[in-house]
């Protein structure tokens, strides 16, 4: 009898109050969920953006060492210039892909670039640094030769 009593008062979650729940939650995360993801890829911009940063600095080192005579590294030789200033070999951007490197035929100008989220060359989401700029988004010179790093 005790049993049968205590079974009829005890209280719980109806399938009805559940769904509410559940409903609440997909709601929650539909809002949430693009937002998290939109901040993912603005670190992933940023860091390809401190990685050419820092990759100029090596170029722009290798370029006033006399013995350079003014000029940048070639795009056979690139990657062992940034070995040698400490990158790691295989540092590829934050989407898997491989920086790029143009140099004029001169070696007095040079593109670096990441062919940023969509991984295709010429996009507006290109994030590409030169000699005379800092790290910007948008159509960059395509073309442009893989940084291996030994």
């Known amino acids: 009898?005790?049993?049968?009593?205590?079974?009829r008062n005890k209280k719980g979650f109806t399938l009805i109050e559940l769904l509410v729940v559940i409903t609440i939650i997909g709601i929650l995360s539909a809002i949430i969920l693009p937002k998290f993801l939109s901040q993912a890829n603005k670190a992933r911009i940023s860091s390809a953006k401190a990685t050419l940063a820092a990759m100029k600095t090596s170029i722009e080192a290798y370029r006033g060492d006399p013995a350079n005579?003014?000029?940048y590294p070639g795009t056979s030789n690139i990657g062992t210039v940034?070995?040698?200033?400490?990158f790691a070999a295989g540092t590829k951007d934050p989407w898997g892909n491989e920086y790029k490197?143009?140099?004029?035929?001169t070696s007095k100008t040079y593109t670096l670039y990441s062919m940023g989220p969509n991984g295709a060359e010429g996009g507006n989401d290109d994030i590409y640094i030169d000699q005379d700029t800092a790290?910007?988004?948008?159509a960059s010179k395509s073309g442009g030769s893989n940084i291996t790093i030994p």
């Open 1 to 7: 009898m005790r049993l049968r009593q205590a079974l």
């Open 82 to 86: 940034l070995k040698n200033d400490g």
């Open 135 to 138: 790290p910007t988004s948008g």
């Open 69 to 71: 005579n003014d000029n």
């Open 101 to 105: 490197y143009t140099v004029d035929s």
